[in-house]
C-alpha cells in the first residue's frame, strides 16, 4: 500500500492507497502545534496532543498500525512538497540529494518546505526501509518558456531564483490525466479552492499560469490579495513592517477582505454589497487573467474547473464563463480535484519504472 503524506503549516493529510490506486482510507491531523491537535482517520476521530508533525506523524502511524496497516504493509510513502525550485520538476525517490534539493528550495517556500522535509524525516525514522517519493507543486510547470517565467529584472535579484514558478501543478496534472486521449489541445483550466490558480496547457503542458514566485500572485483568492503592484507592496511594508504587510496580502485580504469572509458559499448566500462586491471581483479577475493565459495558449478548446469552488459552483462557473464569450463558445468540464491520487500514481509509475 502507498501512504501520501500532504504536510501543511498546521495539518498533516494522509491517503492510503493500494497499488491498483483504489483508496483504503484518508484522514489527518489537524491544529498541530496548537493547544489540542485532532485525529480524524479511519474509524479513529479524538484529539491528541501533537506539538509538531514529528508527533502527529507519530500518531498517524501508530493509529494506521492499530487498524491493522502495519509499517510492514506499506510499499511506498510518497509526498507532496510544495516547492521543487528550478532543479525538482519531476516526481522522485527521496534521496540525499533530493532532500538537498528540498532544502535548497526551501527560501522560496518559507513555510511550506520546512513542514515536508519535517514529514520525509519523520517516516525515514518512523518506518524506516520503506522507500520515499516527492511529488512537486512546482513541477507541472517547468514547461513553460523563459519569456513567461522571467521577471524583467535586474541580472542579480534573477539570477538568485526571483521568478515565476506556479503552483497547483499536481491538481492541473490530474486534470490532464482525467480527459486521457480526449484532452482538448489548447485547455484553459481553473483551479478554485482557497488558493485559485489558472494554468493554460497546451498538448498537455503549462505555458502559462497566474501564480508567478509565490501562490500570492493572479487571481482573487479566498484570503489572498491575487495580483498587486510590487510598489503598493513596498508601501505597505512601509506602513506595517514587512511581516505584517506579509500576513494582511496573504491571510486577510481576497474574499476576506473585500466581502469579510473567505468562505464563497457564506458570500454567495449573504447577498449584501460587499459579499457581491468581492464575488464580482473573484469572477472579474478570474476572467482578466485568463484573457492573459489564453495569448500564451493562442486559442481555446476547452476549459476545465476544479477546486471547491470550481467543482461546486455552477453560479460561479457561469459568471466567469460570461466574461469571456469573446473567446467562442467551448466545452467546459468540471473535473474533481485529487492531488493525493496523483501522488499515488506518481510514486506508482516510479516504482514500476524501477523494477
Ligand atoms: P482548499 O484549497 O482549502 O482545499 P477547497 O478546494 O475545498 O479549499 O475550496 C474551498 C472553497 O470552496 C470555499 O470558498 C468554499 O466556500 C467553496 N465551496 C465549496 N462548496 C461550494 C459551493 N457549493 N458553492 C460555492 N462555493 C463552494
Known amino acids: 500500500m502507498i501512504l501520501v503524506v500532504n504536510a501543511g503549516s498546521s495539518s498533516i493529510k494522509v491517503a492510503l492507497f493500494k497499488r491498483d490506486l483504489t483508496e483504503v482510507m484518508d484522514g489527518q491531523v489537524s491544529g498541530i502545534g496548537g493547544a489540542l491537535a485532532h485525529l480524524k482517520l479511519g474509524a479513529e476521530d479524538r484529539d491528541i496532543a501533537a506539538p509538531d508533525h514529528d508527533t502527529a506523524l507519530a500518531v498517524i502511524l501508530a493509529s494506521l498500525t492499530a487498524q491493522g496497516i502495519t509499517h510492514e504493509r506499506l510499499t511506498a510513502v510518497a509526498h507532496r512538497v510544495v516547492h521543487g525550485g528550478t532543479s525538482l520538476v519531476d516526481p522522485a525517490l527521496i534521496t540525499d540529494q533530493v532532500i538537498e534539493g528540498i532544502k535548497a528550495a526551501t527560501p522560496l517556500a518559507p513555510l511550506h518546505n520546512p513542514n515536508n522535509l519535517a514529514g520525509i524525516r519523520a517516516l525515514q525514522n518512523l518506518a524506516p526501509g ?10 507541472f510547470h517547468a514547461t513553460q518558456p523563459d519569456v513567461a517565467t522571467i521577471y524583467a529584472l535586474p ?47 497546451k498538448d498537455g503542458k503549462s ?25 503598493g507592496v513596498l508601501r505597505l511594508a512601509e506602513m506595517y513592517g514587512a511581516d505584517q504587510a ?48 489564453l495569448v500564451a495558449l493562442g ?57
Open 155 to 201: 541580472k542579480e535579484p534573477r539570477a538568485a531564483g526571483i521568478r515565476r514558478y506556479g503552483f497547483h501543478g499536481l491538481s492541473y496534472a490530474w486534470i490532464v490525466t482525467q480527459f486521457g486521449d480526449k484532452l482538448p489541445s489548447k485547455l484553459l483550466a481553473f483551479h478554485l479552492g482557497s488558493g485559485a490558480s489558472l494554468c493554460a496547457i
Open 299 to 355: 486559442g481555446l478548446d476547452g476549459v476545465a474547473f476544479t477546486g471547491g469552488i470550481g467543482e461546486n459552483s455552477a453560479p460561479i462557473r457561469k459568471r466567469i464563463m460570461s466574461h469571456l464569450t469573446l473567446f467562442g463558445d467551448v466545452p467546459v468540464h468540471v473535473v474533481k480535484a485529487d492531488e493525493e491520487r496523483q501522488i499515488a500514481t506518481d510514486a506508482l509509475t516510479l516504482m514500476n519504472g524501477a523494477t
Open 130 to 139: 520503506v522507500p520515499q517519493y516527492a511529488s512537486f507543486g512546482t513541477a
Open 246 to 293: 506579509a500576513h494582511m496580502l496573504n491571510k486577510d485580504s481576497g474574499l476576506k477582505g473585500l466581502g469579510g469572509s473567505n468562505d464563497m458559499r457564506l458570500l454567495l448566500a449573504a447577498d449584501t454589497p460587499e459579499a457581491n462586491f468581492a464575488v464580482e471581483h473573484f469572477c472579474y479577475w478570474a476572467a482578466r487573467h485568463a484573457g492573459s493565459a
Open 207 to 231: 505555458v502559462a499560469t497566474s501564480m508567478g514566485y509565490s501562490p500570492l500572485d493572479g487571481l482573487t483568492m479566498g484570503t489572498r490579495s491575487g495580483a498587486i503592484d510590487g510598489m
